[in-house]
């Protein structure tokens, strides 16, 4: 129960963690600028806390990103398996050789994008199976730029700004990204740093204490994933507001929804368990960091 005073404790969500302020002052300071009043990152990959809202923020992104990704990898496994490689090598190579090649599929892999509607990271999967198909360089680059024009987004455009600009901004958006596949293909092959698909696969037959390094990474990473999720249990478990600070004038630990005072000094906010503390601490600030 907040005390009787207008300093109460007011919280306020921020990045998936409810920060608490003692006055409205205080609050719409931390509102004008909240990354400035937050723990940098250096003190957050060294906290627990800092990983729980990595957690979370992980949680957010394959939430808004899972439809797309799930999508992109059945579109890209049936491509796989259902397009004879016959297809692949008719649709790639038509447009010669040399220059008019790499310019033929710069045009074509934003075609493909438009062509397959899979956005945002759900084109991944499926530029992996066009780039072991044949797909030359030019065009893997630009059907990955292309997420921006799949159906969807066009729609989008021309809803927004209407059907003449949403038309335009689609058809600029298309050849920028034609052209920057085509510009980053002679890019990459003048600094000689384009993949040779020609190459054979190393380390076969390669064993680590008895197991093969791909068994060994599925293990890594589903311990990985062990620690993502024990730390989306803990931030459920234990609410922001409980958070346990010091007052620094008392030295008394105190949680964070507990604290009825608190303060901003330094770009940095300080709580207190009282009112008598939080004016020693705002008469000398100094004496007590």
């Not at 939430?63 to 397009?83: D, P, S, T």
């Not at 945002?120 to 992996?128: F, H, K, Q, Y």
């Not at 020609?198 to 093969?212: A, R, S």
């Not at 068994?215 to 234990?238: C, D, E, P, S």
Request: hydrophobic share 45%.
């Amino acid at each position: 129960m907040p005390p009787p005073s207008s300093d109460s404790t007011q919280p306020v969500e921020h990045k998936n963690e409810t920060v608490y302020f003692c006055s409205e002052g205080c609050k719409r300071l931390f509102e004008q600028n909240p990354d400035t009043h937050t723990t940098s990152w250096k003190e957050k990959i060294t906290s627990v806390n800092g990983w729980v809202e990595a957690a979370n923020q992980t949680k957010k992104d394959l939430k808004m990103l899972w439809k797309e990704l799930a999508i992109g990898f059945l579109l890209a496994g049936l491509v796989a398996a259902a397009v004879p490689q016959t297809i692949w090598t008719l649709l790639f190579e038509g447009g010669g050789a040399g220059v008019t090649q790499v310019a033929y599929n710069s045009v074509l892999g934003p075609l493909i994008s438009v062509a397959t509607f899979v956005g945002s990271m759900g084109n991944v999967p499926l530029a992996a199976v066009l780039w072991g198909s044949g797909f030359a360089f030019a065009g893997v680059i630009a059907f990955l730029y292309a997420d921006l024009i799949v159906p969807q987004l066009i729609r989008i455009y021309r809803k927004i700004w209407g059907k003449k600009i949403g038309t335009r901004i689609s058809i600029i958006l298309f050849v920028s990204m034609a052209t920057t596949g085509f510009i980053v293909y002679y890019l990459f092959a003048a600094v000689g740093l384009i993949p040779d698909t020609t190459l054979e696969p190393t380390g076969e037959g390669v064993t680590i204490l008895g197991f093969e390094p791909v068994t060994i990474l599925n293990v890594i990473f589903l311990l990985i994933g062990a620690g993502f999720l024990a730390l989306l249990m803990r931030g459920r478990k234990g609410a922001p507001g409980d958070r346990v600070v010091e007052d620094p004038v008392t030295g008394t630990d105190i949680t964070v929804k507990n604290a009825d005072y608190c303060t901003v000094h330094d770009e940095s906010i300080y709580y207190f368990e009282s009112d008598d503390s939080r004016t020693q601490f705002q008469d000398s600030p100094e004496a007590y960091l």
